[in-house]
């Protein structure tokens, strides 16, 4: 949670107090932290507070060791499209004040637009039945044009984004999610690291 907040704000200086609240963690989980980052460089301490150092280096030393996997994923088949399936998620979620965020291709579409995806990927913290029945989805094991993300930490909702009235994860969660998927995973956040995040 920590290494997320100080990523998604690269040049930002913070108390470690205020970093501890915005993460949310303990302030004594936030010091131990922030001693193991300043002994690897990657935080600077100054008279204001301490800052990121080497925001590059630690996304790769992340993302090394960051899998999506860790989240548990349910895969279904909707009649709609992808679009039409995250189109109905924000009408569903939205009044309900649900937490969802778009990520993988579904996410990457609205940050840095390319060319077509063939499922709807997104992170959701409510009940998966009502989602199941107002979305018509059917699980499968084969073939799912809609995976849904049981978040295995709230963390991942940190600096969620909404683009045309739907909610995206941050772009440092999205370049997390897509940068060890097969096929065109890392191609797609290498684009979002290049044009979004620039470190």
């Known amino acids: 949670r920590v290494i997320r907040v100080l990523l998604t704000n690269p040049g930002r200086t913070w108390h ?11 302030i ?7 001693k193991r980052l300043t002994d690897l460089e990657f935080l600077r301490e100054t008279t204001g507070g301490i800052s990121l ?21 349910l895969k279904y088949y909707a009649p709609s499209s992808p679009s039409e399936v995250e189109a109905r998620l924000s009408q569903f979620a939205q009044p309900r004040r649900i937490r969802y965020g778009l990520t993988m291709f579904s996410g990457a579409s ?38 849904v993300f049981r978040p295995y930490d709230e ?15 941050s772009s440092v969660q999205l370049f997390l999610d897509l940068i060890n998927y097969q096929g065109r995973g890392e ?12 470190y």
């Open 155 to 169: 963390g991942v909702f940190y600096g969620l984004q909404t683009i045309d009235t739907v909610s995206v994860v």
């Open 16 to 26: 470690l107090q205020d970093l501890a609240a915005e993460a949310p963690v303990s």
């Open 110 to 147: 609205r940050v840095v637009p390319a060319v077509g995806y063939n499922f709807a990927g997104f992170y959701f913290s409510g009940s998966t039945p009502e989602l199941e029945q107002e979305l018509q989805l059917k699980p499968v094991e084969n073939d799912a044009n809609v995976w």
């Open 28 to 34: 004594g989980l936030a010091s131990r932290l922030k």
């Open 187 to 198: 191609e797609r956040a290498t684009t979002i690291r290049e044009r979004l995040l620039k």
């Open 53 to 73: 150092a080497k925001p590059g280096d630690l996304l790769d030393l992340w993302a090394k060791e960051y899998s999506y996997r860790k989240n548990e994923i």
